[in-house]
C-alpha cells in the first residue's frame, strides 16, 4: 500500500509539471492572447 501511494504521487508531481510547462508553452505561442493567459492562471 505504501509503494502504491508513492506511485502515485510521483504520477500526480508529473502530470503537474507537464502541465505547467505545457501552460508556458501557451503563453509563449500566444503572447498577445492575454485573455488566455489570464485564464490560465485559474486552471
Known amino acids: 500500500m ?3 501511494s508513492l506511485a502515485k504521487k510521483k504520477f500526480v508531481t508529473s502530470l503537474k509539471v507537464i502541465e505547467r510547462y505545457t501552460n508556458v508553452f501557451i503563453l ?3 503572447p498577445s492572447s492575454d485573455e488566455n493567459a489570464e485564464a490560465l492562471y485559474y486552471i
Do not use: G, P, T, Y
Open 28 to 30: 509563449v505561442s500566444h
Open 2 to 4: 505504501n509503494r502504491f
